[in-house]
């Protein structure tokens, strides 16, 4: 076995990079084994808006996080308050109070020193003005808790800390994936097998960090784990997420763990390829539902486009839409609102059809007339009096249909009209692995498997039925970086 590194990393999205600067900041010798090509390096990571959840007590939080920004851009925003109680209060009540109390805590407190120990590692993060705020009162004020996002987006992000990493002398092993974890008698991980473009090898280290995302780009492991029809929903991001280290680590004896059932999903455009488009990004989300409302095939409501911000119910609604007729399902809106969409719904690939009546719009869209014809009728008698603020839950709703729509109620009732098409996306699953607070894989005697960590999607026990947005990234970067601590410190020792 060649035993040239101290930490192996399996991945080098989020999780994988922060893993692999935190393992060389303690001084262990790093290599990163990435499945794709370099061209299409970055898994889900790359495809990301870039946004960052993370707990604040008010705008002086932001100072270390935003040194580029003047006193005057600060004053021009209002960024409320999300504290940490909020940040894990939210996660218990989206995941029905099954997320796993431990990683929760450890998640909230270490969120915003990690967005710090980032900023000074160099990626740069800019008020997400564009994609998380509407004006109100002469001030920013942004919806949902989410603040910040990387400069460039995803993209950026993933570019930034592959810099870094090359800066900070980690090795990257691309068209490289990792096969097999290699244990010794006691049962530690030793070594990662790889098969890559020189064939398969055997690589010795001291340990390893497993971040090669969860399996959602795995067709048959999503008609397995998530159930009929999943296999037919498009996917969002990298084809590479296969769940390729999840399977290593139960050869072993990880544990699993989470809500293996189920996935983060959202609206995707319905003609949007199988897989991610790197050219398109998330762009092919359409994201401005809770201002119109949602229709199947047949002309009819499924779910309440105003429940909550959009956040807090983005990630459960492709669900619903795969259990549609067709996996379809049709965003409406009206003249009020169109200008307030999201940049998304402006690229030339949408699927939107515009017509200055209901009938016209549902046959451009094959969607049945006389069904959306009832349905907005009876939805816009159903719309309540009361101020229309889309920056606040703003209780704007309708009386009397079912579903109801609970913010934002406004009629549609006022031409042109447009309508976009949209399927399910899946983004990532929630089944996993079982980490403890440290990041390391637990057995199934909840003991840790020793020299193995893991980080990012593959971690199973934070997210159930629904995600608060944002999360993502930030639980990669504090468990990544946890991970790369103790990996190095274990590897060293
Ligand atoms: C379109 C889209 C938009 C999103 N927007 C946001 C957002 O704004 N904010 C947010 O918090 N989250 C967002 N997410 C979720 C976010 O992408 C993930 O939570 C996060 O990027 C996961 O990071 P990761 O490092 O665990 O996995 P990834 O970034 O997916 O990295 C995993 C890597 O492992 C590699 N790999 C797989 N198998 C192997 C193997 N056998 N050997 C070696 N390498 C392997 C893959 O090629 C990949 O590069 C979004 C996701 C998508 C798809």
Redesign the pocket.
Known sequence: MESAYDVVV????????CAALSAREVGARVLV????PRA??????????????FPFNGIDDFRDLLPDYTPEELAAVDVGRYTGRDYAADLDRVTEGLANPELVERLVAEAHPTMVWLRRRGVRWLLAIGRQAYKHDGKYRFYGNLIL?AHG??HGL?DRLFEIADASGVDIAYE????ELVTDDWGAVVGVK?RGLNGARSIGCGAAVL????FEANREMRARYLGPDWELAKV???R???G??IR?ALEIGAQPYGHWSCC?AVAWDLLADDV?DLRI??L??KHSYPLGIIVNRLGERFVDEGADYRNYTYAKYGREILKQPGRQAFQIFDSKTIPLLRDEYRIKQATRARATTISELADQLMIDPDGLRRTVEAFNAAVQEGAFTPATLDGKRTVGIDPPKSNWALPIDTPPFEGYAVTC?I??TFGGLRINNQAEVLDGEDRPIPGLFA????VGGLFYYNYP????????AVF?RMAGTGAGRRALA
Do not use: C, P
């Not at 084994?33 to 794709?36: I, T």
């Not at 971040?211 to 969860?214: E, H, K, S, V």
């Not at 947005?469 to 990669?476: K, V, W």
């Open positions: 399996v991945g080098a999205g989020n999780a994988g990079l084994l990435e499945k794709a299409e390096r970055g898994g889900n990571t790359r495809f990301t808006g870039g946004l960052l959840r996002e987006g995803g993933s490289t994936k990792a096969t790889t971040a090669a995302g969860g969002r991001g990298s590479f997420n296969t390729d280290a290593m983060h991610g990004g998330d092919h989300q996306g983004t990532f980080a990012g999607e593959l947005g944002g999360s993502g990234l930030m639980t990669g990544g």
